[in-house]
């Protein structure tokens, strides 16, 4: 078996970022390659010599086998203390594991390297009975020292020889789309209340604290309707920073996602602004600060919002974490859209639309309690109250919601009614009604339509304003059969509302709300 060695070769690099920087340097000497044989003991597979520009002590060294690690059965430490030439003090001895020769933990007294003395070290190994390969050597891949000194020493020629803190190797951390589910909004000009994105992160292997979060706005007009994105944490009340364009600085910016326009947002903080927890996970919420129409606001404008990178330092580490390289390995690094090692994926928010006006709570307002007998003739059965958000979107006047149709939803089970009777009108005026149209949807369901644009009814409702709108039905037989009980709701389906976003000069149609409930139901009649 022919013995490789490392050639002679002198390797220097920097340690940073650190407390206190520090130059090393490593020099091999050559060692004759001869043949092996089997069972062979103390066979010197490196010399080397270890030099620092200050004070410190090695914690561990860590070698790579090339060829088959089976075949040294063991591997020992020397050091050359008095520079003699002589390894007279035997360090550690270890099997090889992992594919590798691993010194660690060294004693906490040996070895230590003096600012201007380099450390003499040795390495011999064992041979096993029966070796299988026909080649091995030994390379050295990482030199461990005690803290406070960190970093990554980088060879000249040869692969990464790292330097670093063994008891505070880099920790990884891992940014996902939130299991909280978000919603898609109505996001109002001039706010900055509702939420547009939430991400959960998780710090593995030390506390991580991040520095940068970028952001991309997709969507069909790259975001412009955004002042900035408020960062909260959950339950605070106020951000803990905000990502604005002008952050981003000369960093590249996509200028599209996923096909659409894009706009970067930027947040740098200071150290300790963002923090996450070795182990546990700390969720961000993102609220996007709209501008109004006097800024630059645009009603119909629709966006999402995507993590697209993260900046991150190792608390105790103190390195920078670096950006997922895409393997199975978590290596320092940040994984976007992964909770495992492995490929980032998106992290995206759904997707939103900028209005000037919008209903926030639609409310049933019918005086009967549920369970009041089904009524007899005419009969005010759906009552709701319909309230539109304060706004501060004063071009060309503040804007109205303005409804263009309405469709409820009745359910009448063994209670007969006159289906061309449907009217709708607002409470404050119930002289002015408009007839509504009917579907029957099958088993006592129907589904009613009131067109109120271009109608006498009054539908607009201004800013901070409530109206309240009636479904008036004609019930000819509340009981058709005696035997049976008798049921009669009303509800008014959100998700078909159609309705103006409207000022002076024009307006935004649009069909839905943002509210939570798709229906909301007056009183429930029971007989």
Do not use: C
């Amino acid at each position: 078996m022919k013995n490789m060695v490392p050639r002679l070769e002198q390797l220097e690099g920097r340690i940073a970022p650190a407390l206190w920087p520090v130059t090393m340097t490593a020099m091999h000497e050559t060692v004759e390659a001869r043949t092996l044989e089997g069972g062979e003991a103390g066979v010197v597979a490196d010399r080397f010599w270890l030099h620092a520009g200050r004070y410190v002590r090695v914690d561990s060294l860590a070698y790579a086998v090339q060829g088959n690690a089976g075949d040294v059965a063991s591997a020992t430490l020397w050091q050359d203390r008095d520079r003699n030439g002589t390894f007279e003090t035997r360090l550690k001895t270890v099997q090889p594991t992992g594919g590798g020769i691993i010194f660690d933990p060294l004693n906490r007294f040996d070895p230590h390297l003096q600012r201007r003395m380099p450390g003499h070290f040795q390495v011999t190994i064992d041979i096993a009975a029966n070796p299988a390969g026909d080649m091995l050597g030994i390379d050295l891949r990482q030199v461990v020292l005690h803290r406070p000194w960190r970093g990554v020493l980088q060879e000249h020629g040869r692969e990464p020889l790292h330097v670093i803190d063994h008891a505070s190797e880099t920790g990884n951390l891992f940014a996902i789309t939130d299991t909280t589910p978000v919603r898609s909004m109505h996001m109002l000009g001039g706010t900055g209340d509702a939420t547009g994105q939430r991400i959960e992160f998780r710090a593995q292997g030390e506390d991580i604290d991040v520095y940068t979060l970028k952001f991309l706005v997709a969507g069909n007009a790259d975001g412009r309707s955004i002042d900035r994105l408020a960062l909260y944490r959950p339950g605070e009340p106020s951000p803990f920073a905000f990502a604005t364009v002008g952050a981003w600085g000369s960093d590249f910016m996509p200028s599209t996602l996923n096909g659409e326009p894009a706009r970067g947002f930027a947040a740098r903080m200071p150290g300790r602004q963002l923090v996450i927890d070795d182990g546990l996970v700390t969720d961000v919420i993102v609220k996007p600060v709209m501008k109004t129409d006097s800024d630059g606001g645009v009603s119909g404008d629709q966006f999402l919002i995507a993590l697209y990178d993260v900046e991150a330092r190792g608390m105790m580490s103190s390195n920078n974490l670096v950006d997922n390289d895409g393997d199975a390995l978590a290596e320092g690094e940040v994984f976007i859209g992964t909770s495992t090692p492995g490929p980032d994926g998106p992290v995206v928010g759904p997707r939103h639309t900028v209005v000037m006006s919008k209903l926030t709570a639609v409310t049933n307002v019918n005086p009967d309690a549920d369970g009041t007998n089904v009524p007899t003739g005419v009969s005010n059965v759906g009552q709701f109250k319909l309230q539109a958000a304060s706004n501060v979107n004063t071009l060309y006047g503040l804007n109205r919601f303005d409804a263009m149709t309405m469709v409820f939803i009745v359910e009448a089970t063994n209670v007969a009614l006159d289906l061309n009777a449907f009217r709708v009108f607002n409470k404050s005026d119930p002289g002015t009604s408009v007839p509504a149209s009917y579907e029957d949807l099958g088993s006592g369901r129907y589904r009613v339509t009131a067109q109120l644009e271009s109608s006498a009814v009054n539908a607009q409702l201004a800013s901070g304003e409530n109206g309240t709108f009636v479904l008036r039905l004609l019930v000819t037989n509340p009981k058709v059969n005696s035997a049976q009980t008798s049921l009669l709701r009303v509800g008014i389906d959100l998700s078909a509302l159609a309705w103006y976003d409207r000022d002076a000069l024009g307006s935004t149609f649009f069909v839905g709300t943002d509210l939570p409930d798709s229906i909301v139901w007056s009183t429930r009649y029971e007989s």
